[in-house]
């Protein structure tokens, strides 16, 4: 005689230490077909285990079916993070503008960055992110607005919309092409290049803008405040520019880079 067990009764347990796999377990319960699932995540002290089939009840199904664009948009091992905004900003720039979840998830459900409406809400989120009190709509605005009236330096400023749009090609092809995969056995994958990718030699490496750089085509909109001398923090440097008169460390012989 043989005895069939259910698989809805099974209760999984998984030991990881990489946030993804926590992202990607919440987004994906509803699909194992388990009762139950909990994840050992970190080590040591900071160890905890995480009920995942409560999370997952807690957030709801549109959350839980967004969470891997989230991640991704927001920063994870593939793509990269918004300067000086970590996951906290972003969650709470998500509590407080809901309306970005129907945007996460028509990139998760269509793969596709070309809607105009879907992109400008995008836009509208990662200004909140930076400036909740800014009533800008798109982020060339946004970087305008921040710069001319709130005398932001260049590197705490929100990405172009042409970078960003790289971006988040980047991220769809990360959460969707690739996570969104994850439990096919024979996965299809795109052509890189075609999601914001592209080749320096034999390595993949992001394209980042496909519009010149301001601070190279207008480098007289930045000076350095080095006064001992530039390091790696000056802005000069990291653009990779020669310093002017109009900085601090006097430009010219009487720029001293340690």
């Known amino acids: 005689m043989k005895r069939r067990i259910c698989a809805s009764f099974f209760t999984a347990q998984i030991r990881t230490v990489d946030t993804d796999v926590v992202v990607l377990a919440v987004s994906f319960f509803s699909r194992l077909n388990i009762l139950e699932l909990w994840i050992h995540f970190g080590v040591g002290k900071s160890a905890q285990l995480i009920a995942v089939h409560d999370l997952s009840k807690a957030l709801g199904a549109d959350k839980c ?63 909140i992110m930076y400036d909740r009190t800014s009533e800008c709509v798109s982020l060339d605005n946004a970087r305008l607005q921040m710069f001319t009236k709130k005398s932001k ?57 496909t519009l010149p750089e301001v601070s190279r085509s207008c480098s007289e909109l930045i000076h350095c405040g080095c006064k001992k001398g530039c390091t790696g923090r000056c802005k000069f440097v990291k653009s990779h520019l020669v310093c002017t008169a109009l900085c601090q460390c006097g430009g010219g012989d009487k720029c001293v880079r340690t």
Request: proline content about 8%; some cysteine; overall charge negative.
């Open 65 to 127: 079916s967004a969470l891997p664009v989230f991640h991704c948009l927001t920063g994870c091992d593939t793509t990269s993070s918004f300067c000086g905004k970590g996951k906290t900003s972003a969650w709470e720039a998500w509590t407080s503008y809901p309306v970005v979840t129907e945007a996460f998830l028509n990139l998760y459900d269509g793969g596709d960055c070309s809607a105009d409406a879907t992109i400008s809400v995008l836009e509208r989120f990662v200004i």
């Open 153 to 209: 330096p260049l590197e705490s400023l929100p990405p172009t919309s042409d970078s960003f749009l790289q971006h988040v090609k980047r991220t769809i092809y990360q959460a969707v092409h690739c996570w969104g995969n994850c439990l096919n056995k024979q996965p299809h994958f795109p052509d890189p290049i075609e999601w914001g990718w592209t080749t320096a030699g034999e390595s993949w490496v992001p394209q980042w803008m």
